[in-house]
Structures are given as structure tokens and as C-alpha cells.
């Protein structure tokens, strides 16, 4: 009887344990994951500015580009790393044009567009 009683004991602490450990990586990947331009707001003259440039071809998917609000295919992007993604909209990228057509967009605007697309700013 006390046997089985430590037996039960051993087993509920083991429990606790392993239950411990994966709420905690739970909360360190959440972190991660959001913090991808989740600082940058798009006001009313960066989604101007968006609206003439950027939904030509992101609204609909024109030439394989992620569409705006498709988080998954937006979080596979951003993996690669904020900066690399940045320099891509900078340079241009495959069927993406330099500057995504918007010339007088500036580093901040890109971020917070991406940021919106990938809703990420919430
Ligand atoms: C002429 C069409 C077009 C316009 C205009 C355009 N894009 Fe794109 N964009 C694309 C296409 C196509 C891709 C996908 C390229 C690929 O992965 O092959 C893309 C990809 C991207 C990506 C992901 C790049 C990566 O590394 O995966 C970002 C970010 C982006 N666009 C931002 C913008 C922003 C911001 C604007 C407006 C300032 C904009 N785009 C305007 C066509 C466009």
C-alpha cells in the first residue's frame, strides 16, 4: 500500500515536471515569432501609399505574391529575418519590382506595410 502510494507520488511529480517544462518553451516561441515588425502602425498615409502601390499585386496574389492577410504564407517569409526581407523590398526580389513601385516610400513605411500584409502589428 505505501509502496503504491509512493509509486503514485513519483509518477504525479514526474508530471508536473514535464507539464512545467512545455508551458515554458510554449511562451519562449510565442515570443519569437510575434515580434517581426509587430512595432510598426500603418497609418492613414502609409496605407495610401500602399493602396497605390503594393495592392496592385498583393490583393490578389499578381505573380505569386503572398496576399495580405495570409498569415501562414507571411510567417514562412518573415523567418528569413527582418533585415533580409527589407533588403529584398528594397532590391527587389524575383516578380517583385524595387521599392514595390512606391518611390517615395521610406525604410519605416516598408516596415509597417509588411508588418499590415502580415498582420503582425495588431
Ligand atoms: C508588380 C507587383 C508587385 C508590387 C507592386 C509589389 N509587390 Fe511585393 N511581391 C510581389 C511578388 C510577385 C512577390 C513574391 C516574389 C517571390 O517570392 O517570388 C512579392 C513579395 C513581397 C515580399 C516578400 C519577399 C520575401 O522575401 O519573401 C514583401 C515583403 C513584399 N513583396 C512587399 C511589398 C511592398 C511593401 C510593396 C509596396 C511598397 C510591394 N511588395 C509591391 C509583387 C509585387
Avoid at 519569437?32 to 498583393?58: Q, T, Y
Wanted: glycine share 8%; charged share 15%.
Amino acid at each position: 500500500m505505501n509502496c503504491r502510494l509512493a509509486n503514485i507520488l513519483t509518477l504525479l511529480s514526474t508530471l508536473l515536471l514535464l507539464v512545467a517544462c512545455s508551458s515554458n518553451s510554449g511562451q519562449q516561441s510565442s515570443v519569437i515569432s510575434a515580434s517581426s515588425f509587430s512595432n510598426d502602425i500603418a497609418n492613414e498615409a502609409v496605407m495610401g501609399k500602399w493602396s497605390r502601390s503594393c495592392a496592385l499585386c498583393h490583393i490578389n496574389g499578381e505573380a505569386g505574391a503572398p496576399v495580405v492577410g495570409d498569415n501562414e504564407e507571411w510567417q514562412r517569409r518573415l523567418a528569413q529575418g527582418e533585415e533580409s526581407i527589407l533588403k529584398r523590398v528594397i532590391e527587389g526580389y524575383a516578380s517583385m519590382p524595387p521599392l514595390g513601385y512606391c518611390m517615395s516610400c521610406e525604410e519605416s513605411d516598408f516596415r509597417a506595410m509588411i508588418a499590415f500584409m502580415a498582420g503582425t502589428n495588431q
